[in-house]
């Protein structure tokens, strides 16, 4: 077995085998929503967990709207929720039309 | 700048490795583009450490082609590109020039080449229904790749719903695994994929592999309840139950079966393939017999599109090992048409590691493909969406999960607004305009719109929810930096 990896989610620390993705992580440590949306302020976790639904989105070393179903989890790695007040993203030009 | 890689294939998974590895043994310098960390795609996942010690479906087939991949790596004909989505791609005079963006952590910048293997899978089909936006509930393969790639259980007592015959291995992995498995609910009635004889006979591993998950879930005693769907999931702040209802074939709800306590729901309405980069290149599309828009090829993969060949789900839904056996013709075919290192006139002709059986492994190739297709038909036939799971729907229950629009919302559009077809809805009401990009709710959204008139949608109302201009979200200094002035790095051969 490899080491645990060591992170922190609002600045509580959790552990994670080394390897998987942050969502897997948080599930692991009894986390299974850490975003709110913008308009209903609805929680919101991994929903497709393969990149595509966009719904896990986190606050990673200081990254926003990163995907939290493909980033893996890395020694040291600070999350951050992303709730409705809090959240803002450069990562805009996704939409269409 | 003029430096190119003879072909780019974008995905890794069944048909992209199989693709990349067979053009690339032809002689043709290969670029191999991958969102994940790891190649394999959705269904090879696997943990970081190794491929999972018990033999999967399929996993000799991928161990032979990871190890091709890195031999052909290390000889340097082709070069892997994991980590990176390819956001926008367009021709040049000499072919493709493909921008793409770390998918998590690594550096965007611009693949060019002469001709182009798209093979970008596919994702779990999904249906709105009241409470699926509460954490717990779950796309049926996003719960499988929790586990297959992070050994992660995404619960303790689950329920699986939808149609098609994904929900059994995904329902017998979480039961192997430990989780109380309360039912698998199949909206259809099927009498084994042997409904379509012709299709199921071709097949006959499939009928072995049905055999072998019907055995474990009776082992585990999880019932299999066909015309059976999850018709309303509860909670507040995430999953506590179900209610299960006995539909009829139409999906209409005849009984309430009642309210089932659960933390996991695994939701999945067979899959619907990723053809943002189909239209992006100007190839033609077509609905399929399972109602996704899928690629037109012809019997050798090529798109209607010039230098360009599409291969797996992106051609029609039909599992792994269609893919692998389409990925590896359209390697072939490539490498023939753009006359590899070797003076290549037909595939036939083709030699294939130092032999000339070009010819055989075309045929063998084609008639996989004709097979492994017919059964993929008798599976979408025997698992069609049920046509009125809108009637489950409450005028809250949200359709577009990115931004929170409402079945109301998306019904007060198209009857009270007069938006005629599902463009118009979506400027109106805006589904499809978040994050995702339509891509978990444009099938119901589109299914929703045509209601209005009775109808199903067309695939031109599919064609105007497939198109999106940037391909996958990026950031804004991407965007700054993709302008001509400013060039990206570029990856070279």
């Known amino acids: ?97 | 700048m003029t430096d190119r890689f003879d072909l780019a294939v974008v995905g890794a998974g069944p048909a992209g490795l199989a693709a990349a590895v067979t053009a690339a043994e032809q002689g043709l310098r290969v670029g191999l583009v991958d969102a994940a960390a790891r190649p394999g795609g959705q269904y090879w996942r696997h943990p970081a450490e190794s491929v999972s010690q018990r033999d999967g479906h399929g996993t000799r087939t991928f161990r032979d082609l990871r190890r091709r991949l890195r031999a052909l790596r290390d000889r340097g004909v082709l070069t892997y590109l994991p980590d990176r989505q390819v956001w926008f791609v367009e021709r040049d005079e000499d072919g493709h020039v493909l921008r793409f963006t770390g998918t998590t952590t690594a550096a965007g910048g611009v693949l060019r080449s002469r001709a182009l293997v798209l093979c970008p899978g596919g994702y779990d089909r999904q249906l709105p229904v009241p409470g699926w936006d509460l954490p717990g509930v779950m796309a049926a393969g996003g719960v499988q790749a929790l586990l297959k790639g992070n050994r992660t259980l995404a619960g303790r007592r689950a329920v699986i719903a939808g149609t098609g015959p994904f929900l059994l291995p995904v329902a017998t992995a979480l039961a192997d695994a430990g989780v109380e498995v309360v039912a698998v609910c199949e909206a259809n009635h099927v009498t084994g994929w042997a409904r379509n004889p012709l299709g199921a006979m071709a097949v006959p591993t499939k009928a072995v592999e049905a055999l072998g998950y019907a055995a474990a879930l009776l082992r585990h005693r999880v019932p299999y309840r066909m015309r059976t769907a999850v018709t309303a999931i509860h909670g507040t702040e995430e999953v506590e139950a179900v209610t299960l209802s006995a539909v009829d074939a139409e999906g209409r709800v005849i009984t309430d079966r009642g309210r089932v306590e659960v933390d996991l729901v695994a939701l999945g309405w067979g899959f619907t393939p990723s053809l943002e980069l189909v239209t992006a290149v100007g190839a033609d599309t077509r609905k399929d017999v399972d109602g996704s828009l899928v690629a037109c090829v012809d019997e050798w993969q090529r798109a209607s599109a010039p230098g360009v060949y599409v291969a797996g789900e992106a051609t029609g839904v039909g599992g792994a090992e269609l893919a692998v056996a389409e990925g590896e013709l359209a390697g072939l075919t490539a490498a023939s048409d753009l006359g590899g290192r070797r003076p290549a006139r037909r595939v036939r002709e083709l030699p294939v590691r130092g032999l000339r059986v070009g010819g055989l492994r075309v045929g063998r190739l084609r008639a996989a493909i004709r097979r492994r297709r017919a059964f993929a038909t008798a599976m979408h036939l025997a698992h069609p969406v049920p046509a009125a799971w809108p009637d489950w729907l409450t005028p809250e229950t949200t359709v577009c999960r990115c931004e929170e629009v409402t079945a109301g919302e998306v019904c007060r559009a198209r009857d009270d607004l007069g938006a005629v077809d599902v463009r118009t809805v979506k400027l109106l009401a805006r589904p499809g305009m978040g994050w995702c990009q339509g891509r978990i709710c444009g099938y119901a959204t589109a299914v929703l719109a045509a209601a209005g008139s009775g109808d199903q949608p067309s695939a031109d109302d599919l064609r105007s929810l497939a198109h999106r201009s940037i391909c996958a979200p990026v950031s804004l200094a991407e965007l700054a930096d993709s302008h001509p002035d400013s060039p990206p790095p570029d990856h070279q051969p």
């Open chain 1, 1 to 97: 077995m490899t080491e645990p990896v060591e992170f922190t989610l609002d600045g509580r620390p959790l552990s994670a085998v080394a390897g998987q993705s942050v969502a897997a992580a948080l599930i692991d440590a009894g986390v299974r929503s850490w975003r709110t949306t913008r308009l209903r302020g609805r929680p919101r976790g991994v929903f497709c967990g393969i990149g595509v639904c966009f719904d896990c989105l986190i606050t990673a070393d200081g990254r926003t709207g990163v995907r939290a179903c493909l980033l893996p989890v890395a020694e040291g790695m600070t999350l951050v929720s992303e709730t409705s007040d809090s959240e803002t993203s450069d990562s805009g030009a996704g939409g269409d039309d």
